[in-house]
Protein backbone atom coordinates (compact mmCIF):
# COMPACT_ATOMS: atom_id res chain seq x y z
CA UNK A 1 0.00 0.00 0.00
CA UNK A 2 1.47 3.65 -0.87
CA UNK A 3 1.65 5.90 2.11
CA UNK A 4 -0.75 8.58 0.16
CA UNK A 5 -3.42 7.38 -2.33
CA UNK A 6 -5.38 9.85 -4.75
CA UNK A 7 -8.22 9.28 -6.39
CA UNK A 8 -7.42 8.50 -10.36
CA UNK A 9 -8.59 11.30 -13.16
CA UNK A 10 -8.66 12.72 -15.00
CA UNK A 11 -11.69 15.09 -13.91
CA UNK A 12 -13.53 16.84 -16.87
CA UNK A 13 -16.10 19.76 -15.14
CA UNK A 14 -17.92 22.71 -16.87
CA UNK A 15 -16.92 26.27 -15.88
CA UNK A 16 -18.60 26.90 -12.43
CA UNK A 17 -19.02 23.38 -11.04
CA UNK A 18 -17.65 22.34 -7.87
CA UNK A 19 -15.12 20.02 -8.16
CA UNK A 20 -13.52 17.64 -4.91
CA UNK A 21 -10.78 16.54 -4.85
CA UNK A 22 -9.92 13.37 -2.02
CA UNK A 23 -6.22 11.73 -0.69
CA UNK A 24 -6.01 9.36 1.64
CA UNK A 25 -2.96 8.29 3.61
CA UNK A 26 -1.26 5.32 5.70
CA UNK A 27 0.99 6.67 7.45
CA UNK A 28 -0.18 8.16 11.23
CA UNK A 29 3.35 10.65 11.67
CA UNK A 30 1.96 12.64 8.82
CA UNK A 31 1.34 16.04 10.43
CA UNK A 32 1.36 18.47 7.81
CA UNK A 33 -0.89 18.50 4.69
CA UNK A 34 -0.71 20.51 1.56
CA UNK A 35 -2.18 20.66 -1.92
CA UNK A 36 -0.16 21.55 -5.11
CA UNK A 37 -1.02 22.94 -8.20
CA UNK A 38 0.84 22.08 -11.39
CA UNK A 39 0.33 23.91 -14.59
CA UNK A 40 1.88 21.92 -17.47
CA UNK A 41 5.41 22.54 -18.13
CA UNK A 42 5.37 24.09 -15.06
CA UNK A 43 6.52 22.87 -10.98
CA UNK A 44 4.00 22.62 -8.56
CA UNK A 45 2.94 25.68 -6.50
CA UNK A 46 1.74 25.30 -3.33
CA UNK A 47 -2.64 26.20 -2.69
CA UNK A 48 -2.83 25.87 0.90
CA UNK A 49 -1.21 24.28 3.95
CA UNK A 50 -2.97 22.39 6.75
CA UNK A 51 -1.81 21.24 10.13
CA UNK A 52 -4.80 19.89 12.23
CA UNK A 53 -8.00 18.36 11.61
CA UNK A 54 -10.76 20.70 10.00
CA UNK A 55 -11.52 22.73 7.24
CA UNK A 56 -9.56 25.98 5.93
CA UNK A 57 -10.72 28.19 3.37
CA UNK A 58 -9.11 30.42 0.93
CA UNK A 59 -11.12 32.09 -1.50
CA UNK A 60 -12.52 29.58 -4.13
CA UNK A 61 -10.39 26.72 -2.32
CA UNK A 62 -11.65 24.95 0.78
CA UNK A 63 -9.09 22.44 2.27
CA UNK A 64 -10.53 19.62 4.65
CA UNK A 65 -8.41 17.18 7.26
CA UNK A 66 -9.67 14.01 8.67
CA UNK A 67 -6.66 12.80 10.63
CA UNK A 68 -9.31 9.92 12.14
CA UNK A 69 -10.00 8.58 8.90
CA UNK A 70 -6.34 9.23 7.52
CA UNK A 71 -8.41 11.40 5.17
CA UNK A 72 -8.10 15.27 2.94
CA UNK A 73 -10.10 16.42 0.44
CA UNK A 74 -10.26 20.04 -1.40
CA UNK A 75 -13.43 21.81 -2.88
CA UNK A 76 -12.97 23.99 -5.83
CA UNK A 77 -16.24 26.21 -6.21
CA UNK A 78 -16.79 28.15 -8.97
CA UNK A 79 -14.24 26.81 -11.15
CA UNK A 80 -12.92 28.30 -14.01
CA UNK A 81 -10.77 27.30 -17.41
CA UNK A 82 -7.77 28.61 -15.68
CA UNK A 83 -8.04 26.13 -12.57
CA UNK A 84 -6.79 23.35 -15.26
CA UNK A 85 -4.47 21.89 -13.64
CA UNK A 86 -2.75 18.97 -12.14
CA UNK A 87 -4.04 18.83 -8.57
CA UNK A 88 -1.61 17.18 -6.13
CA UNK A 89 -1.81 16.42 -2.33
CA UNK A 90 1.15 16.41 -0.28
CA UNK A 91 2.37 15.25 3.47
CA UNK A 92 4.95 15.95 6.19
CA UNK A 93 6.12 13.84 8.72
CA UNK A 94 7.47 16.97 10.72
CA UNK A 95 10.65 15.18 11.35
CA UNK A 96 12.81 16.11 7.95
CA UNK A 97 10.13 18.25 6.09
CA UNK A 98 10.30 15.35 3.42
CA UNK A 99 7.05 15.91 1.25
CA UNK A 100 5.41 12.74 -0.11
CA UNK A 101 2.89 12.98 -2.88
CA UNK A 102 0.16 11.72 -4.37
CA UNK A 103 -0.61 10.67 -7.91
CA UNK A 104 -1.98 14.19 -9.03
CA UNK A 105 -5.18 14.24 -10.54
CA UNK A 106 -5.65 16.34 -13.72
CA UNK A 107 -8.83 18.66 -14.11
CA UNK A 108 -9.80 20.13 -17.03
CA UNK A 109 -12.52 22.96 -17.01
CA UNK A 110 -14.73 23.11 -19.79
CA UNK A 111 -15.54 27.12 -20.54
CA UNK B 1 11.77 38.07 -5.81
CA UNK B 2 13.10 35.77 -7.90
CA UNK B 3 12.60 32.54 -8.17
CA UNK B 4 13.90 29.25 -8.27
CA UNK B 5 16.24 28.89 -11.51
CA UNK B 6 16.85 25.45 -13.30
CA UNK B 7 18.96 24.59 -16.41
CA UNK B 8 18.82 23.46 -18.58
CA UNK B 9 15.05 23.17 -19.23
CA UNK B 10 15.28 20.09 -21.56
CA UNK B 11 17.78 17.29 -22.17
CA UNK B 12 17.67 14.51 -24.71
CA UNK B 13 20.74 11.95 -24.25
CA UNK B 14 21.03 8.33 -25.17
CA UNK B 15 21.55 5.60 -22.48
CA UNK B 16 24.73 5.22 -20.73
CA UNK B 17 25.64 8.74 -21.53
CA UNK B 18 26.15 11.19 -18.63
CA UNK B 19 23.88 14.39 -17.84
CA UNK B 20 24.03 16.68 -15.32
CA UNK B 21 21.42 19.54 -13.84
CA UNK B 22 21.83 22.67 -11.96
CA UNK B 23 19.79 24.67 -9.81
CA UNK B 24 19.60 28.22 -8.45
CA UNK B 25 17.94 28.29 -4.92
CA UNK B 26 15.68 31.46 -3.92
CA UNK B 27 18.25 33.31 -2.21
CA UNK B 28 18.21 33.31 1.88
CA UNK B 29 16.50 29.90 1.33
CA UNK B 30 18.85 27.08 3.18
CA UNK B 31 16.87 23.99 2.48
CA UNK B 32 17.63 22.76 -1.17
CA UNK B 33 15.58 19.64 -2.14
CA UNK B 34 15.87 17.76 -5.67
CA UNK B 35 13.06 15.48 -7.20
CA UNK B 36 12.52 13.13 -9.39
CA UNK B 37 8.65 13.35 -10.96
CA UNK B 38 8.10 10.46 -13.74
CA UNK B 39 5.07 10.97 -15.87
CA UNK B 40 1.66 10.22 -14.78
CA UNK B 41 3.83 10.18 -11.15
CA UNK B 42 3.90 12.78 -8.44
CA UNK B 43 7.40 13.86 -7.45
CA UNK B 44 9.42 11.91 -5.74
CA UNK B 45 12.59 13.23 -3.36
CA UNK B 46 15.49 12.27 -4.45
CA UNK B 47 17.45 14.09 -2.15
CA UNK B 48 18.09 17.24 0.66
CA UNK B 49 20.13 19.40 1.85
CA UNK B 50 20.37 21.86 4.46
CA UNK B 51 23.04 24.45 3.83
CA UNK B 52 26.00 22.15 2.17
CA UNK B 53 24.77 19.03 4.31
CA UNK B 54 22.89 16.40 3.28
CA UNK B 55 19.80 15.99 5.18
CA UNK B 56 18.08 12.88 3.08
CA UNK B 57 19.46 10.75 0.56
CA UNK B 58 17.65 7.82 1.33
CA UNK B 59 15.83 7.46 -2.26
CA UNK B 60 18.70 8.91 -4.12
CA UNK B 61 20.00 5.49 -6.44
CA UNK B 62 23.50 6.19 -5.68
CA UNK B 63 25.19 3.93 -7.99
CA UNK B 64 24.48 6.37 -10.74
CA UNK B 65 22.73 9.86 -8.97
CA UNK B 66 25.30 11.97 -7.24
CA UNK B 67 24.62 15.92 -6.05
CA UNK B 68 26.31 18.69 -4.42
CA UNK B 69 25.50 21.70 -3.21
CA UNK B 70 28.68 23.57 -2.60
CA UNK B 71 28.93 26.89 -0.91
CA UNK B 72 25.08 26.21 0.49
CA UNK B 73 23.90 27.55 -2.66
CA UNK B 74 23.30 26.30 -6.00
CA UNK B 75 23.27 22.96 -6.53
CA UNK B 76 24.10 20.13 -9.28
CA UNK B 77 22.26 17.15 -9.88
CA UNK B 78 24.67 13.84 -11.91
CA UNK B 79 23.35 10.64 -13.55
CA UNK B 80 26.38 9.00 -15.05
CA UNK B 81 25.21 6.33 -16.77
CA UNK B 82 21.54 7.23 -17.50
CA UNK B 83 19.36 4.65 -18.19
CA UNK B 84 15.87 4.47 -19.81
CA UNK B 85 13.96 4.98 -16.86
CA UNK B 86 15.47 7.49 -15.78
CA UNK B 87 13.62 9.86 -18.47
CA UNK B 88 11.25 12.12 -16.01
CA UNK B 89 11.28 16.05 -15.17
CA UNK B 90 13.66 16.51 -12.34
CA UNK B 91 12.85 19.30 -9.96
CA UNK B 92 14.25 21.48 -7.81
CA UNK B 93 12.76 23.31 -4.81
CA UNK B 94 13.98 25.41 -1.46
CA UNK B 95 12.57 26.52 1.33
CA UNK B 96 13.93 28.69 4.26
CA UNK B 97 14.26 26.19 6.81
CA UNK B 98 12.80 22.65 7.41
CA UNK B 99 9.52 22.04 7.54
CA UNK B 100 9.31 25.70 5.55
CA UNK B 101 6.86 26.23 2.25
CA UNK B 102 9.07 24.35 -0.28
CA UNK B 103 9.16 26.62 -3.76
CA UNK B 104 9.43 24.40 -6.77
CA UNK B 105 11.91 25.95 -9.86
CA UNK B 106 10.07 24.75 -13.44
CA UNK B 107 11.86 21.74 -14.09
CA UNK B 108 14.38 20.10 -16.32
CA UNK B 109 12.81 17.16 -18.54
CA UNK B 110 14.86 14.29 -19.47
CA UNK B 111 14.38 11.90 -22.04
CA UNK B 112 16.85 8.89 -22.48
CA UNK B 113 16.95 7.15 -25.56
Known amino acids: QKEVEQDPGPLSVPEGAIVSLNCTYS??????FMWYRQYSRKGPELLMY????GNKEDGRFTAQVDKSSKYISSFIRDSQPSDSATYLC???????????FGKGITLSVRP | EAGVAQSPRYKIIEKRQSVAFWCNPI?????LYWYQQILGQGPKLLIQ????????DSQLPKDRFSAERLKGVDSTLKIQPAKLEDSAVYLC???????????FGPGTRLLVL
Open chain 2, 93 to 103: ASSLGLVETQY
Open chain 1, 27 to 32: NSAFQY
Open chain 1, 50 to 53: TYSS
Open chain 1, 90 to 100: AMISGANSKLT
Open chain 2, 27 to 31: SGHAT
Open chain 2, 49 to 56: FQNNGVVD
